[in-house]
């Protein structure tokens, strides 16, 4: 932990392999690790900052591309929610996304990415494990060399809503 800010070391920047999958040169922009701040909030919930580092990587040997992500407060560094998985990119710009979180609740994304404007856009295709959830979308894209996402979610009582967003930038 930096004791200063309350945030968890930098992970070592993590190399490209020498050869990477075609399905996964596209998205090759993504592999390492990225790190800043975000901001939450629903209209359930009381608004909330936080510290948040996402990790991608490649083998090189299969179309699968390794996702992990993790925030903390950002006054004390104590953990918030992690999250990880795998992305698989297909060669017609389709990509499909599986994502375990730490609350239980488990993923599966099905969307587009658009390799020349750097933009991936999933949908909930399933749920599991979701009491309240009904749906979420993840839109990420590159914007002057920070990775910016924004994610919505729907739940039982409410209907798709700002929920995260967020600026890394690469380590």
């Known amino acids: 932990m930096d004791g200063d ?8 920047a993590a190399s490209v392999p020498a050869v ?6 596209p998205l090759s922009f993504l592999l390492g690790t990225w790190r800043g701040q975000g901001e939450g909030g629903f209209p359930t919930i009381n608004s909330f900052s936080y510290g948040e580092e996402l990790h991608f990587s490649h ?9 992990t992500q993790k925030t903390w407060k ?13 992305w698989r990119p297909k060669p ?4 499909e996304v599986v994502i375990a979180q730490s609350t239980g609740l488990a ?7 658009n390799a020349k404007e750097k933009v991936i856009e999933l949908q ?7 009491s309240k959830v009904r749906e979420i979308q993840r839109v990420f894209r590159l914007v002057d060399g920070n990775l910016c996402y924004e994610v919505q979610m729907a739940t039982n009582t409410m209907s798709l809503q700002p929920h995260l967003k967020a600026a890394l930038k690469k380590l």
């Not at 006054?75 to 795998?86: C, K, L």
Request: glycine content about 14%.
């Open 5 to 12: 800010k309350g945030t968890p070391a930098p992970a070592p």
């Open 20 to 25: 990477l999958h075609p399905a996964v040169e």
């Open 59 to 67: 083998s090189g040997n299969k179309p699968i591309i390794g996702y």
């Open 74 to 86: 950002l006054n004390s560094g104590e953990p918030m929610h992690a999250e990880s998985g795998y």
């Open 92 to 95: 017609d710009g389709t990509i």
């Open 107 to 113: 993923e599966v994304q099905k969307g587009t990415y």
């Open 124 to 130: 909930s295709e399933s749920l599991g494990n979701a």
